[in-house]
Protein backbone atom coordinates (compact mmCIF):
# COMPACT_ATOMS: atom_id res chain seq x y z
CA UNK A 1 0.00 0.00 0.00
CA UNK A 2 1.27 3.42 -0.80
CA UNK A 3 2.12 5.67 1.90
CA UNK A 4 3.72 9.29 1.42
CA UNK A 5 5.26 11.51 3.78
CA UNK A 6 5.64 15.10 3.76
CA UNK A 7 8.21 16.77 6.35
CA UNK A 8 8.37 18.54 7.93
CA UNK A 9 4.47 18.88 9.14
CA UNK A 10 4.81 22.84 9.72
CA UNK A 11 7.39 25.51 9.01
CA UNK A 12 7.83 29.16 9.76
CA UNK A 13 10.49 31.46 8.35
CA UNK A 14 11.05 34.99 7.27
CA UNK A 15 9.81 36.44 4.41
CA UNK A 16 12.91 36.78 1.59
CA UNK A 17 14.15 33.18 2.68
CA UNK A 18 14.26 30.16 0.25
CA UNK A 19 12.92 26.68 1.76
CA UNK A 20 12.16 23.21 0.55
CA UNK A 21 9.39 21.27 1.36
CA UNK A 22 9.70 17.30 1.61
CA UNK A 23 7.51 14.44 -0.02
CA UNK A 24 8.43 10.93 0.19
CA UNK A 25 6.70 7.62 -0.83
CA UNK A 26 6.69 4.39 -0.10
CA UNK A 27 5.88 2.68 -3.52
CA UNK A 28 8.12 3.72 -6.54
CA UNK A 29 5.90 2.55 -9.08
CA UNK A 30 4.11 6.18 -9.77
CA UNK A 31 2.99 7.75 -13.10
CA UNK A 32 3.41 11.40 -11.73
CA UNK A 33 3.31 13.10 -8.22
CA UNK A 34 1.61 16.63 -8.34
CA UNK A 35 2.28 19.23 -5.91
CA UNK A 36 -0.87 21.39 -4.58
CA UNK A 37 -1.19 24.30 -2.18
CA UNK A 38 -4.51 24.76 0.29
CA UNK A 39 -5.62 28.20 1.67
CA UNK A 40 -7.69 27.44 5.00
CA UNK A 41 -11.22 26.17 4.51
CA UNK A 42 -10.61 25.98 0.42
CA UNK A 43 -9.88 23.56 -2.34
CA UNK A 44 -6.52 22.82 -3.81
CA UNK A 45 -4.98 24.57 -6.85
CA UNK A 46 -2.30 22.39 -8.61
CA UNK A 47 0.78 24.41 -8.67
CA UNK A 48 3.57 22.10 -10.20
CA UNK A 49 2.69 18.01 -11.92
CA UNK A 50 6.11 15.74 -12.52
CA UNK A 51 5.45 13.15 -14.97
CA UNK A 52 7.51 9.50 -14.13
CA UNK A 53 9.74 10.24 -16.55
CA UNK A 54 10.69 13.82 -15.77
CA UNK A 55 12.97 14.76 -13.24
CA UNK A 56 11.75 18.40 -12.27
CA UNK A 57 9.56 21.28 -13.40
CA UNK A 58 9.25 25.18 -12.29
CA UNK A 59 7.11 27.84 -12.54
CA UNK A 60 8.03 31.02 -11.23
CA UNK A 61 9.60 30.98 -7.79
CA UNK A 62 8.68 26.92 -7.72
CA UNK A 63 11.01 23.95 -8.50
CA UNK A 64 9.96 20.76 -7.94
CA UNK A 65 11.85 18.11 -8.38
CA UNK A 66 11.55 14.02 -8.39
CA UNK A 67 13.70 11.13 -7.54
CA UNK A 68 11.43 8.44 -8.39
CA UNK A 69 13.38 5.44 -7.37
CA UNK A 70 14.64 7.20 -4.22
CA UNK A 71 10.86 7.83 -3.63
CA UNK A 72 11.33 11.24 -2.70
CA UNK A 73 10.18 14.61 -4.51
CA UNK A 74 10.92 17.95 -3.16
CA UNK A 75 8.91 21.96 -3.35
CA UNK A 76 11.59 24.62 -3.59
CA UNK A 77 10.07 27.95 -2.94
CA UNK A 78 12.39 30.62 -3.90
CA UNK A 79 12.64 34.42 -2.32
CA UNK A 80 8.93 33.29 -0.24
CA UNK A 81 6.44 35.98 0.65
CA UNK A 82 3.48 36.26 2.75
CA UNK A 83 1.06 35.48 0.32
CA UNK A 84 3.02 31.83 0.48
CA UNK A 85 1.60 31.07 3.43
CA UNK A 86 -0.93 27.88 2.66
CA UNK A 87 -0.59 23.97 3.36
CA UNK A 88 1.47 22.13 0.94
CA UNK A 89 0.27 18.81 -0.84
CA UNK A 90 2.07 16.18 -2.31
CA UNK A 91 0.52 13.33 -4.11
CA UNK A 92 1.13 9.99 -6.41
CA UNK A 93 -1.05 8.46 -8.39
CA UNK A 94 -0.63 4.93 -9.01
CA UNK A 95 -2.91 4.14 -12.11
CA UNK A 96 -6.25 5.74 -13.31
CA UNK A 97 -5.17 8.65 -11.31
CA UNK A 98 -6.26 7.60 -8.06
CA UNK A 99 -4.06 10.03 -5.94
CA UNK A 100 -2.71 9.15 -2.69
CA UNK A 101 -2.07 12.75 -0.68
CA UNK A 102 0.65 13.24 1.86
CA UNK A 103 -0.72 14.97 5.31
CA UNK A 104 0.61 18.26 3.94
CA UNK A 105 2.69 20.89 5.30
CA UNK A 106 1.58 24.14 6.71
CA UNK A 107 3.77 27.11 6.02
CA UNK A 108 3.77 30.56 7.01
CA UNK A 109 5.76 33.66 5.93
CA UNK A 110 5.98 36.16 8.53
CA UNK A 111 6.34 39.31 7.63
CA UNK B 1 -7.21 26.73 -17.46
CA UNK B 2 -9.75 24.33 -16.46
CA UNK B 3 -12.90 24.60 -13.45
CA UNK B 4 -14.59 22.53 -11.41
CA UNK B 5 -17.30 24.24 -9.16
CA UNK B 6 -18.50 22.32 -6.18
CA UNK B 7 -21.95 23.35 -4.95
CA UNK B 8 -22.73 24.12 -2.29
CA UNK B 9 -19.67 25.51 -0.52
CA UNK B 10 -21.09 25.18 2.97
CA UNK B 11 -24.14 23.49 4.30
CA UNK B 12 -25.95 22.78 7.83
CA UNK B 13 -27.95 20.03 8.18
CA UNK B 14 -29.88 18.26 10.98
CA UNK B 15 -29.17 14.68 11.68
CA UNK B 16 -30.98 11.93 9.78
CA UNK B 17 -31.74 14.41 6.74
CA UNK B 18 -30.09 13.78 3.06
CA UNK B 19 -27.51 16.41 1.63
CA UNK B 20 -26.69 16.79 -1.82
CA UNK B 21 -23.22 18.21 -3.23
CA UNK B 22 -22.63 19.03 -7.00
CA UNK B 23 -19.41 18.67 -8.57
CA UNK B 24 -19.40 20.61 -12.33
CA UNK B 25 -17.00 20.70 -14.67
CA UNK B 26 -17.35 24.07 -16.39
CA UNK B 27 -15.42 24.11 -19.38
CA UNK B 28 -14.25 21.05 -20.04
CA UNK B 29 -16.08 17.11 -20.38
CA UNK B 30 -15.32 15.06 -18.00
CA UNK B 31 -15.98 11.20 -18.05
CA UNK B 32 -14.26 10.82 -14.67
CA UNK B 33 -14.61 12.52 -11.15
CA UNK B 34 -13.31 11.79 -7.92
CA UNK B 35 -14.53 12.22 -4.67
CA UNK B 36 -12.66 13.01 -1.32
CA UNK B 37 -13.18 13.64 2.14
CA UNK B 38 -10.82 15.38 4.32
CA UNK B 39 -11.00 15.86 8.03
CA UNK B 40 -9.61 18.92 10.01
CA UNK B 41 -5.62 19.24 9.30
CA UNK B 42 -6.17 15.48 7.58
CA UNK B 43 -5.20 15.02 4.29
CA UNK B 44 -7.23 14.08 1.81
CA UNK B 45 -8.84 10.47 1.17
CA UNK B 46 -9.91 9.07 -1.92
CA UNK B 47 -14.10 7.90 -1.35
CA UNK B 48 -15.03 7.00 -4.92
CA UNK B 49 -14.42 7.15 -8.78
CA UNK B 50 -17.53 8.34 -10.33
CA UNK B 51 -18.18 7.38 -14.05
CA UNK B 52 -20.52 9.09 -16.19
CA UNK B 53 -23.12 6.62 -17.31
CA UNK B 54 -22.02 3.78 -15.09
CA UNK B 55 -21.85 2.80 -11.04
CA UNK B 56 -18.94 4.79 -8.95
CA UNK B 57 -16.14 2.35 -8.02
CA UNK B 58 -15.71 3.13 -4.16
CA UNK B 59 -12.96 2.56 -2.03
CA UNK B 60 -12.47 0.20 0.34
CA UNK B 61 -14.88 1.08 3.79
CA UNK B 62 -16.81 3.23 1.98
CA UNK B 63 -20.50 2.66 2.28
CA UNK B 64 -22.15 2.90 -0.89
CA UNK B 65 -25.41 3.12 0.10
CA UNK B 66 -24.51 6.07 2.53
CA UNK B 67 -22.23 8.12 -0.15
CA UNK B 68 -24.94 8.06 -3.33
CA UNK B 69 -22.55 8.89 -6.17
CA UNK B 70 -24.62 10.11 -9.61
CA UNK B 71 -23.10 11.06 -13.01
CA UNK B 72 -25.67 12.00 -14.95
CA UNK B 73 -24.13 13.70 -17.77
CA UNK B 74 -20.19 14.66 -18.81
CA UNK B 75 -20.07 17.85 -16.67
CA UNK B 76 -21.73 16.93 -13.93
CA UNK B 77 -21.47 14.56 -10.36
CA UNK B 78 -23.28 14.69 -7.49
CA UNK B 79 -22.34 13.23 -4.18
CA UNK B 80 -25.55 12.37 -1.80
CA UNK B 81 -24.68 11.86 2.09
CA UNK B 82 -28.25 10.04 3.40
CA UNK B 83 -29.26 10.47 6.97
CA UNK B 84 -26.90 12.24 7.68
CA UNK B 85 -25.01 12.07 11.21
CA UNK B 86 -22.68 14.32 12.92
CA UNK B 87 -19.83 11.70 12.29
CA UNK B 88 -20.33 12.71 8.67
CA UNK B 89 -19.37 16.12 9.05
CA UNK B 90 -16.50 16.95 6.69
CA UNK B 91 -14.69 18.68 3.79
CA UNK B 92 -16.00 16.96 0.87
CA UNK B 93 -14.07 17.77 -2.45
CA UNK B 94 -14.56 16.49 -5.57
CA UNK B 95 -11.59 16.54 -8.90
CA UNK B 96 -12.43 15.75 -12.38
CA UNK B 97 -10.41 15.09 -15.44
CA UNK B 98 -10.50 16.56 -19.13
CA UNK B 99 -11.57 13.76 -20.79
CA UNK B 100 -8.19 14.22 -23.48
CA UNK B 101 -6.28 14.22 -20.83
CA UNK B 102 -4.04 10.70 -20.87
CA UNK B 103 -6.06 8.07 -18.40
CA UNK B 104 -2.75 7.46 -16.30
CA UNK B 105 -0.71 10.51 -16.64
CA UNK B 106 -3.65 13.50 -16.60
CA UNK B 107 -3.70 16.06 -14.03
CA UNK B 108 -6.79 16.74 -12.04
CA UNK B 109 -8.30 19.31 -11.29
CA UNK B 110 -10.17 20.12 -7.96
CA UNK B 111 -13.10 22.07 -6.58
CA UNK B 112 -13.59 24.55 -3.96
CA UNK B 113 -14.79 22.23 -1.53
CA UNK B 114 -17.98 21.75 0.79
CA UNK B 115 -18.23 21.82 3.95
CA UNK B 116 -20.79 19.61 5.48
CA UNK B 117 -21.65 20.05 8.92
CA UNK B 118 -24.22 18.06 10.45
CA UNK B 119 -26.46 18.75 13.98
Known amino acids: KQEVTQIPAALSVPEGENLVLNCSFT??????LQWFRQDPGKGLTSLLLIQSSQREQTSGRLNASLDKSSGRSTLYIAASQPGDSATYLC??????????FGQGTRLTINP | GAVVSQHPSWVICKSGTSVKIECRSLDFQATTMFWYRQFPKQSLMLMATSNEGSKATYEQGVEKDKFLINHASLTLSTLTVTSAHPEDSSFYIC???????????????FGEGSRLTVL
Open chain 1, 91 to 100: AVSQGAQKLV
Open chain 2, 95 to 109: SARRDLEPQNTGELF
Open chain 1, 27 to 32: DSAIYN
